[in-house]
């Protein structure tokens, strides 16, 4: 008898301690910190695809896409901050409130925004932009793709790098002007003109629907070897990635 209730009280403490943890995890995710994996190109060259980075909760206060499945039923934000023009944002797709979406913000509200062949104009200034050079991508395609990279800077000071297959692209490299709406925000991925963002399906990006904001990478890896070749795992990770702070 005193043995079976000592297995009994085994499992009662295990599954406590199986629910504690999940509690803890739960609430980390929720009010602290979140990992997300890239899984496309459309922020190349500042985030690619096989990138682990993770994203803080805090930063803009909470709404209900906070939480794991935007499970807790409440409308708006509280301890609210708004983001910065150039911040990396992880957001709920308006479209369905439910696929994540990783972009930059570009506009904020009561902006206008237009591209003219290729050049992005934000309050009817064109924002400037430094060619670096060339620019290719070889993993995770099936042929390498060529670009040229720009260094650009938005009108807050704030510089970071962008790509273009050409300022002729159909849809994205000339579009409407429009004016950012209250409570909304523009994003815009650094892969110009390879990015479904405000520009096509994407639109204006609510207020409530911000994630948080991308903060560092703490794992990524390339197409190369194979998790079920050990001695090729070695190369495929990229190693001089690691802890790289985002901006």
Do not use: C
Not at 65 to 79: D, Q, Y
Not at 111 to 116: G, N
Request: aromatic share 16%; net charge neutral; no cysteine.
């Amino acid at each position: 008898m005193l043995q079976k209730k000592k297995k009994e009280e085994g499992v009662t403490e295990t599954v406590k301690t199986v629910v504690y943890a999940v509690l803890i995890a739960v609430l980390i995710r929720s009010f602290f910190i979140e990992p997300f994996r890239i899984p496309s190109g459309s922020m190349y060259p500042t985030l690619e695809v096989g990138d682990y980075l993770f994203v803080t909760k805090y930063t803009y206060g909470y709404s209900r896409h906070s939480f794991p499945a935007s499970l807790v039923p409440f409308k708006g934000r509280f301890w609210e901050s708004k983001p910065e023009r150039g911040d990396i944002v992880v957001f709920k797709f308006p479209g369905d409130n439910k696929k994540d979406y990783i972009k930059r913000v570009i506009g904020l509200p009561g902006d206008t925004i237009e591209v003219k062949k290729g050049r992005l104009y934000i309050n009817d200034e064109m924002v400037e932009r430094k060619e670096i050079g060339p620019y290719e991508i070889n993993e995770f395609t099936y042929k390498p793709e060529t670009y040229t990279e720009y260094e650009e800077t938005l009108p807050n000071g704030v510089k970071h790098l962008i790509l273009e297959a050409s300022d002729f692209e159909p849809v994205v490299d000339n579009t409407t002007k429009v004016t950012v709406p209250e409570g909304h925000f523009f994003a815009m991925g650094d892969n110009r003109d390879r990015s479904d963002d405000s520009r096509i399906n994407v639109g204006f990006v609510p207020f409530e629907n911000l994630v948080g904001k991308a903060r560092f990478l703490f794992f990524s890896h390339n197409d190369k070897g194979a998790w079920y070749k050990p001695w090729t795992w070695f190369e495929k990770i990229r190693w001089s990635k690691f802890f790289k702070v985002l901006n």
